[in-house]
């Protein structure tokens, strides 16, 4: 696309903003936080001049708590919208557990809420010692409930209600103290939508037609625990509903705010916008991962490029060139030069030319105890495949371990944090500060058709499970790491991109050895090259690494 075409598609969805039916209907003007400045503007031919920074290319391996209220029902994802759509299980679960969503809505869920044995210095030890590099914390959901000392949003953040504790400011000193990179993620720009079923009211049983509490005001808490808040300034719900399918909306174009989406209005954009801008400015992170298609609340807004603006620019004043990292889903070739490509819950099918990160979670993004309950964690042998294909590819690896609403995680999730930390202590030499080798691999998974992504992703686990005949290859200083996906029967492995006067080798193997072993024999052939494996298997043989000098 060319400078006049992205500058002229800029100029066109902004205004929509402006132009919402119901703009400032319900939030008080806020004036913006003034953007730093610096050499980025809010544009898209100038954030296209953003530069990946070689630490987050090093890293390749980040932690993330997905932790927030909606992890204290312990019953998976989206709990603060599914508790008010009547028949589903979880308004079912919510009914049963604490009483109907009209008396006691998800703001009474936050107020349960305690993280009372919560202690992020050891979690974040433990992730280190996963080998993870950088961590992120939760800092907003599409619950709209602040995780840490929020200015602008006073009423609903970590600090005042809830646990009583700046959390994104415990998990960043630990994260700090150990050493690890720290990054953050902003979901809130849909609550707007997101909690719209919250205005409605049971079509069937003994409460229907009693209104759910998503347009409760002020006025009805007088005498409860939330007197003197303002529900509204959490679930943003005093406007019309998005058109559903039968009056012509199209679901899944309204989450980037087309087929009939409710359109925010200004007064929400600007207070979002001052929200974010406070948690950059006072907590410091080196990486934002926004849960938005692009950035958020675009196309209808322009606070998504000036928070990127503002974090390179803020950047160059404070560490003197451009250390951050901001990642966005669904992007074009611009915008993949301006941020980085977050792809969820999949995966490239190829060498990208720019560093890209996949996130995903060993079991749902919000802690669930039927996951538990039922042993269906991914494993760390999933993870560590997973993990080894997305850096074969130039990519990170983004992990989610759920935390219990009370700041733990469990016993199996320890295990596979813990087993993903002894796979990388043998093998990490091949991951960790590594580029993309001349091919990302070899073998039945690669000729295979790759799954096709949905949306921002959601590719993963439909593709052709890994075996000891495929292979993923990453470049060191000195050498090229074949990691073989499974261990051979026949003590062989025959690795056909290394063959004798192939195009990816132009000079002879003059040795090869296994990771956390010794030396081996081998053959240079024109059919590949031909390694003798030891006759032990080594530890967590689901995953070897041969290196190739």
Known sequence: MKRRELLQH????????????????????????????????????????????????????????????????????????????????????????????????????????????????????????????????????????????????????????????????????????????????????????????????????????????????????????????????????????????????????????????????????????????????????????????????????DIGPRLVAHMYNRSVAKRGKVDVVVTGKILDEVQRRSLVWDIERGQSSRIEPLPWQTCTCIGNWHYDRRVYANHAYKSAQTVVHMLIDVVSKNGNLLLSVPVRGNGTIDEQEQAIVEEIGRWNALNGEGIFDSRPWSTFGEGPVMEAAAAPMSGPGFNEGKGKPFTSEDIRFTAGKDAVYAFVMG?????????????AGGPHLDKPVTRVEILGGGTLAFRQTPAGLQVTLP??????AYAFALKVV
């Open 10 to 301: 800029m100029a066109a969805a902004i205004p929509a903003l402006a132009m919402s039916p119901y703009a400032h209907a319900a939030h008080p003007a806020a004036q913006r936080i003034p953007m730093a400045a610096g050499p980025f503007e809010p544009a898209w031919p100038s954030l296209s001049t953003y530069r990946t920074p070689d630490w987050f290319r090093n890293a390749k391996f980040g932690i993330w708590a997905h932790w927030g209220p909606q992890c204290e029902p312990e019953f998976g994802d989206w709990y603060g919208r599914l508790m008010y759509e009547e028949g589903s299980e979880v308004y079912r679960h919510h009914v049963a557990t604490y009483g109907h969503p009209s008396v006691f809505g998800f703001k009474d869920v936050i107020h349960r809420w305690k993280a009372d044995r919560w202690d992020p210095e050891a979690l974040v030890g433990l992730y280190k010692q996963a080998g993870a590099k950088y961590f992120f914390a939760l800092a907003n959901h599409h619950d709209n409930f602040d995780l840490y000392r929020s200015r602008y949003q006073p009423q609903w953040n970590s600090t005042t209600l809830g646990p009583g504790k700046d959390l994104v400011k415990g998990w960043r000193d630990a994260a700090r103290k150990h050493g690890l990179r720290f990054g953050v993620s902003v979901h809130a720009a849909h609550a707007w939508a997101w909690y719209e079923p919250a205005q409605g009211a049971d079509k069937h049983g003994p409460l229907a037609g009693v209104p759910y509490d998503g347009r409760v005001t002020p006025a009805d808490g007088k005498g409860k625990w939330w007197d003197g808040r303002d529900p509204q300034a959490l679930y943003a719900q005093n406007h019309p509903r998005s058109k559903p399918a039968a009056e012509g909306g199209v679901e899944d174009q309204q989450w980037q705010w087309g087929g009939g989406a409710a359109v925010p209005d200004k007064a929400y954009a600007d207070k979002l916008y001052n929200r974010t801008m406070d948690l950059i400015d006072n907590y410091d992170p080196d990486l934002v991962y926004y849960d938005d298609t692009v950035l958020p609340l675009w196309p209808v807004s």
């Open 487 to 499: 261990w051979p029967e026949s003590g062989q492995v025959t690795v056909k991109s290394m063959r």
């Open 535 to 540: 006759r032990e298997r080594p530890a967590l």
